[in-house]
């Protein structure tokens, strides 16, 4: 049997070998190096799920757990070097891996042509690894691991072009955003250890299980520490600004990013520690109100954009509203159902539009684009199948995730089932805005780039595939409630490790005729924001109704564009008064003050050795006299002295 730790392993190899050895080697060293070690993950992590798979479905799979040793020991604490297999990490495990995969063989037709080939796929294997170990840890330490090699790993993909001050400035925000939430988390994970004395899974979540009334008055804080994490991590208000400018780096990163990584920690956090959260009723409504937000306010900035990856960026931090209010609501299972079809539709939307960007020669600007469906045919088929998920169309597969959050929030407040219906139906309009814009009507773009126009070579082109293939049947495993308990394998899978929280709080409570009701619902408001994308910007009379309601209402569409000013208000707020109090800290403490009294001291020791040099003449009479009148002097101190 393979050793769990093999598997981050292997990726953190191919970061050695490409990072060290990758520049003098060249791109094919690179290739085998940085795309292999993956793909040799993903194979050994596959053998190890598929007979734990047969086991869970078989209804007798016990978590698998593997010591390699002791890490810390102080006191009573202790904290071991261990990985653990159970349904979640299963979960996540199987799509980390594949869509990674997947991400790697898109990368090398995608970065081709890139000076830092070597450095790149050093970068990608690290932040493989990184998000394995957060994965696959058993604790709360090894998870920290993990969670802080993303976030570095982040910022190095960021920052790729570094030499460009935008990617610079996209790094640092993204790093520091993401600084404020881990300082929350860390403070969470202290408030663990003080409690428990520990930061093993399989102490910690059954001791709070077993004694809800000792644990739970501790458990609001320890649960919004940890909370304030995943926010920074998973882009939710009010550290989500972050995303948007993290498209600054490759757009497989972004994809990466966005589907299969790093924006996924959070909710898994949440997932994992799903024990503490349902112990704290404050806690939770917390979640659901942050979730429910973010997904509304992401949605509608999203319908103002004109950037392809922009309108993308914001579409992830509103489906990922959708899963923490998921979670909020106590809909664990169907939090972490939306998070695997999110991983298959988003990363082919991003990597989708990286074809067009490819295709267009580095224009990002829909309304430079348009006809492309014709010069681009697999992009545009795979990127249509893609948005058909996420927009919520029955059969593909954010229609079956997406549907069972809308009935798991309805069970729990009809208010925030209200809020979470609005955004999938601006969902649906912003994500068809992008299809009609891109893909129908004439190309305006200029004649050199039409004249540039192909389509991509197969190793981009075949992730595309496959990815719209999951997009399209990925779903099928999580088949509605009303169909019959075991036609939901997700469920089946799932429950062990996340159990529901109580009767009436999901969708199998709400009865048949309610279910059928709200799919229908759903259903009807994705439908109307299609049609209503269609009828804006394609046809004859494209773009002619948006213009008139820009006209019409011009301080709600500005505002709308400018992203609520969000970004202009912590830089007036939050921004410019910490660099004022830094400069002043520089010039007037550290400068003013402490130079200032080192200066000064020196300044009178070289005084104080300037006048001496006075006394220093060479001649031994002069030294002899100051030698006597020294004890003159204290001869005289001495009798004058009080007794």
């Known amino acids: 049997m393979i050793p769990l730790f093999v598997l ?31 793909a040799a993950t993903t194979v050994l992590a596959w053998v190890r799920l598929v007979p734990f798979a047969a086991d869970a479905f078989a209804g007798h799979a016990a978590p698998i757990l593997e010591r390699y ?11 071991d070097f261990a990985m653990r297999l159970d349904p979640l990490s299963a979960l996540m495990l199987s799509f980390v891996t594949f869509v990674g995969f997947l991400i790697h063989v898109y990368s090398v037709g995608y970065m081709h042509h890139d000076e830092g080939y070597w450095r790149y796929f050093s970068y990608l294997n690290l932040f493989m690894f990184a998000m394995l170990t957060l994965v696959l840890g058993s604790n709360f330490l090894i998870l920290f691991v993990g969670w802080e090699g993303v976030g570095l790993c982040s910022y190095l993909l960021i920052a790729f072009d570094y030499q460009k001050e935008s990617s610079a400035r996209a790094g640092r925000k993204a790093f520091v ?11 969470g994970l202290f408030l663990v250890l003080g409690l428990f004395g520990s930061l093993e899974f399989d102490r910690i979540f059954p001791a709070a299980a077993a004694a809800p009334e000792r644990f739970a008055p501790a458990m609001t804080a320890i649960a919004l520490c940890l909370f304030i994490g995943a926010c920074g991590k998973s882009a939710q208000l009010p550290l989500y600004v972050w995303l948007p400018d993290a498209m600054a780096g490759p757009t497989p990163v972004s994809a990466l990013i966005h589907a299969a990584t790093m924006v996924t920690a959070g909710v898994y956090v949440v997932a994992r520690a799903n024990v ?48 923490f209010l998921a979670c909020g609501v106590g809909a664990f299972v169907a939090g972490m159902f939306h998070v695997m079809t999110h991983a298959f539709f988003k990363a082919l939307l991003f990597l989708g539009s990286g074809s067009v960007i490819h295709a267009m020669g580095g224009e990002q600007d829909m309304r430079r684009m348009g006809g492309l469906r014709r010069a681009l045919p697999v992009t545009y088929w795979t990127f249509l199948a893609a948005t058909l ?27 925030l089932w209200a809020v979470g219906f609005v955004a999938a139906g601006l969902t649906s309009f912003y994500m068809f805005r992008v299809v009609y814009l891109t893909f129908f009507g004439t190309f305006r773009g200029t004649e050199e780039e039409k004249h540039h126009l192909h389509e991509s070579p197969a190793t981009m082109t075949g992730p595309l595939v496959i990815l719209a293939i999951l997009s399209t049947v990925g779903g099928f495993v999580g088949l509605p409630a009303f169909l019959g308990e075991r036609a939901n394998l997700f469920h089946r899978f799932l429950s062990p490790i996340v159990p529901p929280i109580a009767a009436g709080a999901l969708i199998g409570e709400l009865g048949c005729g309610t279910e059928i009701a709200l799919i229908a619902a759903s259903v009807a408001v994705a439908l109307v924001g299609w049609v209503v994308a269609r009828t804006f910007y394609s046809g004859e009379r494209a773009g002619t109704v948006p ?56 300044f009178l020791v070289e005084l104080a050795g300037d006048l001496l040099r006075f006394f220093t003449t060479g001649n031994v009479r002069n030294y002899a006299l100051t030698f006597l009148l020294g004890i003159v002097a204290l001869l005289a101190y001495l009798g004058w002295a009080p007794r």
């Open 8 to 38: 981050p392993l292997l990726p953190f190899l191919g970061f050695l070998l490409c990072g060290l050895l990758g520049r003098k080697l060249g791109k094919t060293f690179v290739t085998v190096c940085g795309v292999g070690s993956v």
């Open 69 to 79: 040793g002791s890490w810390i020991r102080a006191g009573n604490v202790s904290v």
């Open 177 to 187: 955003a993401n600084r404020v939430g881990d300082f929350g988390f860390l403070i």
């Open 276 to 323: 503490f959260f349902r112990l704290s009723p404050t806690a939770m409504a917390v979640v659901a109100i942050v979730g429910g937000a973010t997904a509304l306010f992401a949605a509608i900035i999203g319908t103002a954009q004109t950037d392809i990856k922009k309108v993308l960026a914001y579409s992830t931090i509103s489906q990922l509203g959708y899963m």
């Open 389 to 415: 998920a996420i927009a919520g169309i029955p059969v593909w597969a954010g229609f079956f995730s997406k549907d069972e959050i809308l009935g798991a929030v309805f069970a729990k407040s009809p208010a």
């Open 547 to 602: 213009e008139r309601f820009v006209r019409a209402f011009p301080g709600v569409h500005r505002v709308v564009e400018n992203k609520f000013y969000v970004d202009e208000l912590y830089e007036a707020v939050i921004y410019r008064p910490f660099r004022a109090l830094s400069r002043m800290f520089w010039k007037v403490v550290d400068t003013l003050i402490i130079d200032g009294l080192v200066n000064a001291g020196s």
